[in-house]
Nanobody, 125 residues
C-alpha cells in the first residue's frame, strides 16, 4: 500500500537548519511529484514547494520560500526539504503529499491525496 513517511523534524534554535525527508517505502518516488506542506499551530495548512517527477520545481506564490530548498535524490528514493535560518514562525508540522488523482501533478492540498503522518519542527531558544 502506498504511503509516505516524513522524518527529520525536531527542536532547533533560531537561525538553525533542518533537512526533512520524505520517502515512500516500497515505491519509487521518481514516478511521482511530491509536495511539501506545513501546518502551524492555529493556522491553516499551507503549501511550501513541489518537486515534480521530471525534475521541475514549483513554489507556492503565497509562501516565502527563500530559506527553503526542495530537492530529491532518486538513488535514495527521497525528497528533501532543506530549511535554513529557521525562525520561531517556522514552527509547524511538515507534511509531504502526492496527488492521488494524478501523481505526476503537484498536490494542491486535497484531503484525498496521499499524506504522510507529518514531522514536527519546533524553533525555539
Amino acid at each position: 500500500q502506498f504511503r509516505l513517511v516524513e522524518s527529520g523534524g525536531g527542536l532547533v534554535q533560531p537561525g538553525g537548519s533542518l533537512r526533512l525527508s520524505c520517502t515512500a517505502p516500497g515505491f519509487r518516488l521518481d514516478e511521482w511529484s511530491v509536495t511539501w506542506f506545513r501546518e502551524a499551530p492555529e493556522k491553516e495548512r499551507e503549501g511550501v514547494s513541489c518537486s515534480s517527477y521530471n525534475g521541475g520545481l514549483t513554489h507556492f506564490p503565497a509562501f516565502d520560500a527563500g530559506r527553503y530548498t526542495i530537492s530529491r535524490d532518486d538513488r535514495w528514493n527521497t525528497v528533501y526539504l532543506q530549511m535554513n535560518n529557521l525562525q520561531p514562525e517556522d514552527t509547524a508540522t511538515y507534511y509531504c503529499a502526492v496527488n492521488r488523482e494524478n501523481g505526476r501533478h503537484c498536490s494542491k492540498g486535497g484531503k484525498d491525496d496521499y499524506w504522510g503522518q507529518g514531522t514536527r519542527v519546533i524553533v525555539s531558544s
